[in-house]
């Protein structure tokens, strides 16, 4: 045996019934709702079959509300203004009121150079809100996927997600870095002194030799020289302190290790490798979010903003 389904209430009575507990006539009901008399009549007539009270009744020549109507006057009004904000546009949120924590997953390279920058910026303009940087250990972008990340930067791939939306932050190019005692930091490497250094390669895969095979390895290659990773990390911070104390020579992108690289010897590579380009990427339920909309532009201007001022990159 099949019970029938309970009727639902027509919600738009909300809105009629708020209408004329604030105006106490059918009249001004229907002024404020531009509907005419009549089919505020009705509605009410609607009102009463629906709570079971006259809500309304006459006094002389006036309307005046039953202890019922009296009830629901606050909780009705409350209720059509959140319905109201629920259904209107977002507004700009008040950035010096917000407090809320934004996770950011990054390399420690892109936090280093950065982030002083974005911290100053939010203490300024948004001291409520906390940063969290989470460490990009793997090349998958299930953490942004499942909302546990608002914002991610990086290289985008083949294995990112297609329907992440994407905004390019800035062009990087790749450069060396030694120790400044190394026995070859006097003067620029050539191509076949960086073949034969020892390396330390910045990996975040299990297969150690997928940096190998990727476009510092292929120009090598049509040059005729191959070179080897001597050690496999798994950021740029940890390479850049073992070159920094031993003869591993370290290859990382420019902008994103500039405040990592101090009192190293650096140099841009000597032959041609194609740069490349950093984006920021988040999910599509953030879009149009006010704050997320504010990071995002926040963070696209420090980038902008972010000069590689090394006029002699081989003795930074």
């Not at 990996?203 to 150690?208: C, F, G, Q, V």
């Not at 070179?227 to 798994?234: R, Y």
């Not at 504010?294 to 696209?300: K, N, Q, V």
Request: aromatic letters at 4%; a neutral charge; one cysteine or more.
């Amino acid at each position: 045996m099949c019970l029938p389904l309970p009727s639902r209430p027509d919600f738009n009575l909300l809105i009629t019934l708020d209408a004329l507990l604030k105006e106490g006539s059918v009249l001004g009901a229907a002024n404020r709702l531009q509907l005419s008399p009549s089919a505020m009549s009705r509605a009410l007539a609607r009102l009463r079959d629906t709570t079971g009270d006259p809500l309304l009744v006459r006094t002389g020549r006036k309307l005046v509300p039953t202890p019922r109507a009296l009830e629901l006057r606050e909780v009705t009004a409350q209720l059509v203004e959140d319905i109201e904000a629920a259904l209107s546009p977002m507004h700009d949120v008040d950035l010096q009121t917000v407090s809320q924590i934004f996770t950011l997953r990054s390399s420690d390279g892109f936090v280093e150079t950065f982030g002083p920058a974005l911290i100053t910026q939010l203490a300024a303009d948004a001291p409520g809100v906390r940063l969290r940087f989470v460490q990009k250990e793997a090349d998958n972008n299930r953490p942004l996927r499942d909302g546990n990340v608002d914002l991610e930067t990086g290289v985008i791939s083949a294995k990112t997600d297609p329907n992440f939306q994407s905004q390019a932050l800035m062009k990087d190019h790749f450069v060396y870095a030694m120790r400044a005692d190394h026995p070859l930091a006097a003067r620029a490497l050539t191509t076949a002194q960086y073949a034969e250094c020892e390396h330390v390669d910045v990996a975040r895969h299990t297969d150690a030799d997928n940096q190998r095979r990727g476009p510092i390895h292929k120009a090598l290659s049509d040059l005729g020289h191959s070179s080897s990773a001597k050690v496999v990390v798994g950021g740029f911070a940890a390479a850049l302190s073992l070159a920094r104390c031993t003869d591993l020579v370290a290859t990382v992108p420019a902008l994103h290790t500039r405040n990592l690289r101090r009192d190293m010897v650096c140099g841009a590579l000597p032959f041609a490798v194609p740069g490349i380009t950093v984006s920021m990427l988040w999910h599509p339920r953030f879009d149009a979010d006010p704050l997320h909309r504010w990071m995002r532009l926040t963070l696209r201007d420090i980038c902008a903003q972010a000069k590689l001022t090394e006029p002699d990159l081989d003795q930074t």
